[in-house]
């Protein structure tokens, strides 16, 4: 990665993993990585999280192998300094950014203003509307299935639900609509409460809010909390509150310490969908490079994800994200964006 800042260190909230980036380029690649010294940016809306973590991890490594020189930075929930961040990459003149989240009407000027520069874009979890950006989703849709059709196997056709949700963020809004859609499939089950937030303490405001939330409507039975960072709030005030044997949380995402905290006794929390956040970021690069090489990985690359049920974690003595991959081959890898000119990560 980067091995200097560049102006991109006087943005507020900038943080930058290092790499040492071959020089040599990769023998048989197309031009410009047959000749190394590719440099790209990846900006994040988000700025915490085990989650960003692995997905920034994850980037690390294929950079790595492709040769990559890659800015890494947060704008830790603040458009305008996501805009800023955008910017300046332009200005630096790198060949490639990966826009990772952020609030699609606030920023698809400043990625417009990239492609106009020659720049290729890829965007993750943020649709800005544009066939000329790479989209890279987790299958959101499919992620929301897969736990709410476990919630009703395992609590029955008819219960009082709520979501953590905040509006305008791209997986969250589709993570919402499979939620309204299964009170049509299923008219019993009730939606009674909606709250979230997203902020630098998502957990801890989320929790604040939970517990107002769990004590205005003891009926509440089930959370979908379509965000690992949303399921940590709602679990912590149902913990404190001494209900985990009435409410439950089904989740989106998971990292060693989600598991950590479904493999409590009585957690509350006890399913959750995922794609794994590094190979996520893998498939980012991936796609990014493609586009720099002048070829075409198509408009989108969707990641498929893996239901994960705490009879999963407690059967198969699963206790990390790395025990995980290897007793869940499916969630270690993926075949999005890969072409064979890109060496592999593992």
Do not use: C
């Amino acid at each position: 990665m980067i091995k200097h800042i560049l102006s991109l260190a006087l943005a507020a909230g900038v943080a930058t993993l290092a790499t040492a980036a071959s020089a040599g380029g990769i023998a048989g690649a197309p031009a410009p990585f047959d000749k190394g010294g590719v440099k790209i940016a990846v900006i994040s809306f988000l700025g915490s999280g085990d989650w960003l973590q692995a997905f920034e991890a994850g980037v690390k490594r294929q950079a790595d192998a492709l040769g990559i020189e890659a800015n890494i930075s947060q704008a830790r929930n603040d458009i305008n300094t996501e805009r800023q961040l955008i910017q300046q990459a332009i200005n630096l003149g790198v060949q490639g950014i990966i826009i990772n989240n952020g609030q699609p009407e606030a920023i698809k000027d400043v990625a417009q203003a990239a492609l106009d520069a020659g720049i290729p874009v890829v965007a993750y979890d943020t649709n800005l509307d544009n066939p000329k950006i790479l989209q890279v989703e987790q299958s959101d849709a499919d992620m929301a299935r897969l736990v709410l059709d476990q919630a009703v196997k395992e609590q029955g056709e008819k219960f009082d639900g709520g979501i953590v949700y905040v509006a305008g963020f791209a997986p969250l809004d589709r993570r919402y609509a499979v939620w309204k859609d299964l009170g049509k499939k299923h008219p019993g089950i009730k939606d009674i409460a909606t709250w979230g937030v997203v902020n630098d303490t998502v957990a801890a405001s989320v929790a604040d809010q939970t517990k107002a939330v769990l004590t205005a409507n003891p009926t509440l039975s089930v959370v979908f909390a379509p965000w690992d960072e949303f399921a940590r709030g709602v679990k912590l005030a149902i913990d404190e509150l001494g209900v985990a044997d009435k409410v439950k949380i089904y989740g989106v995402d998971i990292s060693t310490s989600d598991i950590q905290a479904i493999l409590e006794p009585n957690s509350p929390w006890v399913a959750t969908a995922a794609t794994n956040p590094a190979v996520v970021g893998e498939a980012s690069v991936r796609a990014l490079a493609q586009l720099i090489a002048g070829q075409d990985p198509g408009h989108s690359v969707l990641i498929q994800p893996t239901l994960v049920t705490k009879k999963d974690l407690v059967d198969n003595n699963i206790k990390t994200i790395e025990d995980l991959q290897a007793k869940f081959p499916a969630f270690k890898d993926s075949n999005a964006a890969k072409a064979p000119w890109i060496p592999a990560t593992n």
